[in-house]
T-cell receptor, first 116, second 109 residues
């Protein structure tokens, strides 16, 4: 069964450094998303991406964040200058509105980001 | 702003018992989602409820949607230990999926 994959599974970085989190969505999906989950808290929406542009973004997704689909398969989240409070699990998700359960979002395994 | 409230947030139950998790949401969205998350793992889609009165069942879990009351329920029948996890409901507005706080379910032998 197709699945969303993410790399790396765990990233440790120093405050102020740039990080890029990578995702490979399910191949025929058209919508892509990033969410984050701070330890012990709920899952929060960051951004959605469709047709090579951002569809929606939350108030969390400030100028430090950017997303890109550099080729036909990868979807990346870049944090320009990491802060301690960026430490969280970051989930990528994808969906296809015309298939199966409408707009059901399939989540990847996550990247645990630790900022020291 | 979307607001999704679940209760209870913590639920400890014995094997074999029944219980219901409640999810109140804020908009007139007619799409409601239930996900399961095991500790340290990703979110697994359980149910997508698309219309008022929708009821879906999978094994010991049954989800329903009342769009007039803006309420969804996840009913657990004859709980088993394997159901121990955190359950999130969520609603969508546009492409944004907003989750509740989650209900941490522990099923004790």
């Amino acid at each position: 069964e197709p699945e969303v994959t993410q790399t790396p599974s765990h990233q440790v970085t120093q405050m102020g450094q740039e990080v890029i989190l990578r995702c490979v969505p399910i191949s025929n999906h058209l919508y892509f998303y990033w969410y984050r989950q701070i330890l012990g808290q709920k899952v929060e929406f960051l951004v959605s991406f469709y047709n090579n542009e951002i569809s929606e973004k939350s108030e969390i997704f400030d100028d430090q964040f950017s997303v890109e689909r550099p080729d036909g398969s990868n979807f990346t989240l870049k944090i320009r200058s990491t802060k301690l409070e960026d430490s969280a699990m970051y989930f990528c998700a994808s969906s296809h509105p015309g298939q199966g359960r409408a707009y059901e979002q399939y989540f990847g395994p996550g990247t645990r980001l630790t900022v020291t | 702003e979307l607001k999704v409230e679940q209760n209870p947030l913590f639920l400890s139950m014995q094997e074999g018992k029944n219980y219901t998790i409640y999810c109140n949401y804020s908009t007139t969205s007619d799409r409601l989602y239930w996900y399961r998350q095991d500790p340290g793992k990703s979110l697994e889609s359980l149910f997508v409820l698309l219309s008022n009165g929708a009821v879906k069942q999978e094994g010991r879990l049954m989800a329903s949607l009342d769009t007039k009351a803006r309420l969804s329920t996840l009913h657990i029948t004859a709980a088993v230990h394997d159901l121990s996890a955190t359950y999130f409901c969520g609603e969508t507005s546009g492409s944004r999926l907003t989750f509740g706080e989650g209900t941490q379910l522990t099923v004790n032998p």
